[in-house]
């Protein structure tokens, strides 16, 4: 099988073929009864096309060829009629059915591949471009849809109406069918060849769609920035290379596969001629091994129909391989490790907030420690300003504090309990996250502010607001709470977007506060709001805060300086200042004083 994806590890290795089915069959096994329906009507439908031309053969030799049109003929006629109306109800309900089948396997597996997704860790997000996970939940989910619908199963159809056809072509004439035969290997190996071709050629394409796909995404998303710098130009350029990217290989797939259809028009075509001349001739000579009319015209349309699905098979073939790439990178997702499972519901009562990092080290890629040796003992209560050059490893230490990524060295103790004893859920409830650029979500302000607890009502979400001074910002919009947020929160300021943050987290009453502070400038007015709305967040509660500004950090208990991943220097202000260390050096270059 070809993996057309260049990922790292499991992808490449790919899962085995059976592994592959096992995991299709189980996925596809729900729907077992719609599927027997759909196999029942796929049957009637191949017996229908298989009836109508001996149908016509029987009204040929019996009745046209003498000139009979007797009531012998009307009942062969009628037949035919309900036979006909069979076929097209049959196909109707046999693609209906197979269609819904199809789709509700879909519809779960999407589900199941979102909440896997969900549960990854941090470390798989940084190293997936967003576009390609995207796709592995739609388009990946969707051809392994159309293998299913429009693959899998038809065929049987297919096989069914091949097999019996030529039994009953052998049934009237084995001389003949014999020599139509003959075309079967030619057009079996043209098609085998071309199918080759139409299948590198689709791996490409969906390759380049994938590429177009991850390139449109990213640019999007910054296009402000694009903009901004004046790229355009330079981005329409590498969108345009991307672009015909995409163009030849959909036009290499459509080129074999029309190269494929003209030739078995043409092979098509040969055999008719081969009926006409092998049959026409055993006409002729009459006597035993004669061919009468009827059996000419049933051979000529049987081949006609034999055509068809024979065709189908190889584009069934390549509808087959993009279902297998398709499941062969959902089913390495599926395989990724996901968070580690948290363990069972320790009986905790609530602490009051003790945070200690143990000889806590290290590094996003293996051998590359970016935290070194920390040892913090932080009291209940008790509030550090974490400072550092940039790179320094502040936001990192707050990344390994909620788990969004586990440590490789050393431990953390939440109220002396092993951060990894405790379940995640009970961990992040406990221990809350301002992130240095907060994320907000498509909705309202009310969404936001209780995203972390949807149960809670309009009044805490309110109550929470008016502590942080959110209030005095939601007034000012048209619709107060209800005022409708862009993605990412694009329609607010940054100062507004920190305090909808900070309210988020007042809501959910943390023992621990982390507070990664935003270097933005704003106003004075919201700065004043903001230090307002920190203090009161800070209050009463054990809080780490990533600080920038001067007044937050004096307002620490206590201040702990990272440098290069390690503590320095930690405590007062007036007392490291004396140090004349890095965070005096710090505080030179950053307040100028
Ligand atoms: N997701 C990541 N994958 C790989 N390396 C990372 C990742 N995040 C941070 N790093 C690296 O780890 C180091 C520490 O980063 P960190 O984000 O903790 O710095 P910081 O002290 O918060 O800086 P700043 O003040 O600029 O926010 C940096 O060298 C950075 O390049
Ligand atoms: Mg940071």
Known sequence: MTAVSTNAGREARGPSRRELWRWFLNVVRPQRALIRQGLFWLLVNAGCRLAQPWLVMHAIDDYLVGGKIGPGFWYVAWTFFGVSVLEMVARYSQQAVIE?????ALLRLRCQVFAHVQRLPARYFDKSPTGRLVGRITTDVEALQEMFSSGMVTVLGDLVFLVVAVWLMLSLNVPLTGSVMLMVPVLV??????????RGAYAAMRGRLSELNGFLHEQVSGMPIVQMFGQEQRR???FGTINSGVCTAQLRSV???SVLSAATELLSSFTTALIVFVGGGM???GGEGAVTFGVLFAFVDYMQRFFVPLNDLSLKYTVLQNGVVASERILALLDEAVEPASPGPVSYAHGRGRVSFRDVSFGYEPGHDVIHDID?????GESVAIVGATGSGKSTL???LTRLYELDHGSIALDGIDIRELPLEELRHRVSLVAQDPFLFHGTVLDNVLLGAPERSREDALAA??????DEVVAGFARGLDEPVAERGKNLSAGERQLLAFARVLVLEPEVLLLDEATANVDTHTEELLQAAVRRLMAGRTSLIIAHRLSTVRRADRIVVLHEGRVVEQGPHEELLGLRGVYWRLHRLQYGE
Not at 189 to 198: D, G, H, S
């Open 100 to 104: 819904r089948a199809g789709q509700r």
């Open 189 to 198: 190996i043209v098609t085998m060849f071309v199918r080759t071709r139409v």
């Open 236 to 238: 329409q350029d590498e």
């Open 255 to 257: 080129r074999w596969e």
């Open 283 to 285: 006409a002729i000579g």
């Open 376 to 380: 913090l003992e932080i009291a209940p």
């Open 398 to 400: 707050f990344g390994l």
């Open 465 to 470: 607001a008016r502590e942080i001074g959110l």
